[in-house]
């Protein structure tokens, strides 16, 4: 599934002006491809994840995922969209504290509609493929920051996404544990043919990613491939 944002501009009120968050800025992602996106804080990341999670609608200009003009959806649409095509990892991983791994998955398939059993079949291939299948059963302060990231990716993974955006995933780790996550990310981006949008400035990883885009004042400066 293709992302592709054609002169968006996002504003927010800033007293009696707007303040630019996003500002002509034009992307295409495609299928299987991981592309980091870098920036000083305040430059407009979280603003283009949420634009194209759509979580947050544009003043002007268009968002498509696939077919789909996600700017022409009314709530309830775009909700389902989100819900259907993508997923998000955060910066924390905001694991419930009282749910285990497995259950944090299965919560995120009960509140979909899923019935259990795929769910449950589903949800222990995901924490295998991030590592975890021998800590199904842990709780959060049971795991590493490191792990409990790799939960949020498995939980986002859940619902087949087409779309992943994941907003400075490392973060909160070193890096060694960092490099896990985003390699992680990287290798189930070209299995599953996913478009991953990932915030981040941890320069130290961009080896790792397909393209760099670089952003400053809310514009897209830069997009080049990943240095070797
Ligand atoms: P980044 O993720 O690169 O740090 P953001 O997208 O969060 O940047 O922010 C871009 C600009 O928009 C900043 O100037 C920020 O202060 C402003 N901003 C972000 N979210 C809001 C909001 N909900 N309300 C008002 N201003 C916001
Ligand atoms: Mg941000």
Not at 66 to 76: G, I, N, W
């Amino acid at each position: 599934m293709t992302l592709t944002l054609t002169d968006v501009r996002l504003t927010y009120p800033d007293g009696d002006r707007r303040l630019v968050a996003l500002n002509a800025v034009n992307l295409r992602i495609a299928p299987g491809e991981l592309v980091a996106v870098t920036g000083p804080s305040g430059s407009g990341k979280s603003s283009l994840l949420a634009v194209a999670g759509a979580l947050t609608s544009p003043e002007s200009g268009t968002v498509r995922i696939e077919d789909t003009d996600v700017t022409a959806l009314d709530q309830k649409g775009r909700d389902r969209l989100r819900r259907e095509r993508i997923g998000f990892v955060f910066q924390q991983a905001n694991l419930l504290a009282s749910l285990t791994a497995l259950d944090q998955l299965l919560l995120v398939a009960h509140l979909s509609g899923a019935s259990r059993r795929p769910a449950e079949a589903r949800a222990r291939q995901m924490l295998d493929r991030v590592d975890l299948g021998g800590k199904a059963h842990k709780r959060p302060h049971q795991l590493s920051g490191g792990e409990r990231q790799r939960v949020g990716v498995a939980r986002a993974l859940m619902g087949r996404p087409a779309l992943l955006l994941v907003d400075e995933p490392t973060s909160a780790l070193d890096h060694d544990r960092g490099e896990v996550v985003v390699a992680l990310l990287r290798d189930i981006t070209h299995e599953q043919q996913v478009a991953t949008v990932m915030v981040t400035h941890d320069l130290q990883y961009l080896h790792l990613a397909d393209r760099t885009v670089a952003m400053q004042d809310g514009r897209v400066i830069a997009t080049q491939p990943a240095p070797a």
